[in-house]
């Protein structure tokens, strides 16, 4: 089987040779920053991606600009040849074609990695290679920190153009409520610096717009005093799920209380052997040990638990170390009003459909909640709001993500069709019991949702024609043709 996977991809590859001459032209300015499939930086950047469907993929070239002119003087050769291509940050955009490409050209941002602390310690600015346990693991050392992911391995931009949930989310919002001013290549190969005081519709749009409005080379994040804090891994049996989820429900309820606390419930399906498990990451962003915000979880018997005092760094290489890149993946997702009868039956539906899939190979099937409370929705109004169209009406709300990994291309369609029925049978007990919400995130969503529906009529008429004025030739919606298009 592995051996037919090897095939498909020397297949793949021999077919991109002849496309090779679109890359020339841009080679001509970029030179050594132009990498063609035969070099052993094209292999080395195509294996950074975290999905096998994402490194499946073969470009003609990839390209790595190490400036944001470089970036602009790609895309407006890309643009003059109707070449297409895909932008990656971190890679960790789970279906082909996200940020990586067929036969076209792959710009590849892993050199943009600047970094740079302002004088008052307020604002922190990134190149948007680096991933975001680069980015803590200076920021610990000089106690400070921004709102970012809670994987080390994420890229800084992928996660903060969808929205970004960090574990300082209560205190602060998300990492797209956090962004002073984004330095972007628009379409027309200008590079601008876009905040809320400079282009306040753009900036809008690049809060939850994901690729559709540019390409951002930094970001200049707020940054907040941060020292050590609390947090880990709390492992549970499967007779201990009706309580996580009354915790859950009332942590979700009382988060404004206490919003230094965060939590991620996951169920599992581990193996024949061990059966579903619970795991919870706790984290609290001061140094205190299971603060009582968090109690009802912590009051619960747990298998083994890695709560300890530490910082961020060490808790996000944590998180990284049990979500390793190389296998088939997908992510998809929901949302809904923090209805606890509902969860536990979400939770119910869950587990009957996935027995159905239990014998896969590499299987590893999950189903997250994660509480969207009113603490964190409080911020997203920030410098005249975001793009995402969550609102406090009927919040605190459930963020409900099913996902699962696995080996072999030959299990895709079962696995896909598994993760699309439990995503729309919840979807549809959740219709019933009127707790649905029609918010869908981008970050977790599968490649079939309709991301930008969920953010609104309003918000997405108001994205179509922020996208028409500054990109009217529709460069980063057809000739870059991956991941979520608002049109
Ligand atoms: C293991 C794992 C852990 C995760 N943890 C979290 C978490 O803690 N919090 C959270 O909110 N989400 C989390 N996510 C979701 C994550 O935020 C998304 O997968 C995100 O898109 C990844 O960003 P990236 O830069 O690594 O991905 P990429 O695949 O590089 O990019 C994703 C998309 O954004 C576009 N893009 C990236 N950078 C730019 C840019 N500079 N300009 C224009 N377009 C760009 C790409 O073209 C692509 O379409 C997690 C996902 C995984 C798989």
Redesign the pocket.
């Known amino acids: 089987m592995q051996q037919l996977q090897h095939r498909t991809r020397a297949r793949k590859l021999y077919a991109s040779i002849p496309g090779i001459f679109k890359c020339t032209s841009i080679a001509a300015v970029l030179k050594n920053k132009v990498f063609y499939p035969a070099s052993v930086t094209y292999q080395a950047e195509e294996s950074l991606?975290?999905s096998a469907q994402?490194e499946d993929q073969i470009p003609t070239c990839r390209i790595a600009p190490t400036s944001a002119k470089d970036v602009s003087v790609a895309l407006s050769i890309l643009k003059a040849q109707n070449c297409q291509f895909?932008?990656?940050?971190?890679?960790?955009?789970?279906f082909a074609g996200?940020?990586n490409i067929d036969g076209g050209v792959a710009i590849d941002?892993l050199n943009l990695t600047s970094f740079t602390v302002s004088s008052d310690r307020k604002q922190v600015s990134v190149g948007?290679g680096l991933?975001w346990g680069q980015v803590y693991i200076k920021l610990d050392a000089m106690g400070l920190s921004v709102i970012g992911?809670?994987?080390s391995?994420?890229?800084?931009?992928?996660?903060t153009?969808?929205?970004?949930?960090?574990y300082f989310s209560g205190i602060y919002g998300?990492?797209c409520d956090n962004v002073n001013n984004y330095e972007v290549v628009f379409a027309n190969g200008s590079i601008q610096q876009v905040s809320y005081t400079t282009l306040p519709d753009l900036y809008f749009a690049l809060r939850g717009g994901?690729?559709n409005f540019?390409?951002?080379?930094r970001l200049d994040l707020a940054s907040f005093e941060q020292g050590k804090m609390w947090g880990g891994a709390f492992n549970y049996g499967s007779d201990t799920f009706t309580s996580l989820i009354t915790a859950f429900h009332w942590f979700n309820i009382n988060h404004p209380e206490d919003p230094n606390a965060a939590v991620i419930l996951a169920f599992v399906w581990f193996s024949p052997s061990v059966g579903f498990l619970g795991s919870v990451d706790l984290e609290y962003a001061l140094p205190v040990v299971a603060p009582p915000i968090l109690s009802n979880f912590t009051d619960i018997p747990d298998l083994s638990n890695s709560g300890r005092i530490t910082n961020l760094t060490d808790l996000a290489l944590e998180?990284?170390a049990t979500?390793p890149a190389g296998s088939r993946?997908t992510?998809w997702a929901c949302m809904s009003q923090n209805d606890e009868q509902y969860l536990n039956d979400v939770l119910a539906l869950w587990e009957t459909e996935t027995v159905k899939i239990m014998n896969v190979t590499g299987v590893l099937p999950v189903l997250v909640f994660q509480p969207i409370s009113l603490a964190m929705i409080s911020h997203m109004s920030k410098n005249g709001g975001n793009a995402l169209g969550i609102t406090a009406a009927n919040g605190p709300l459930v963020l409900i993500n099913v996902s699962s990994k696995w080996t072999y291309t030959s299990d895709d369609a079962l696995i896909q069709a598994w993760a699309k029925s439990v995503i729309d049978k919840t979807v549809s007990l959740g219709k019933a019991r009127g707790v649905w919400n029609r918010y869908i995130y981008q970050?977790?969503a599968g490649q079939p949702q309709d991301v930008f529906a969920g953010y609104g009529p309003v918000n997405k008429a108001k994205l179509v024609s922020i996208h028409k004025k500054y990109d009217p030739n529709d460069v980063f919606t057809k000739l870059?043709p991956?991941?979520f298009k608002i049109d």
């Open positions: 991606y975290w994402q895909a932008v990656k940050s971190g890679g960790h955009a789970s996200a940020s941002l948007t991933r992911g809670r994987n391995d994420i890229g800084v931009s992928g996660l153009l969808g929205g970004g949930i960090s998300w990492a994901g690729n540019g390409i951002v080379t998180l990284a979500q993946e992510y970050n977790y870059q991956g991941y």
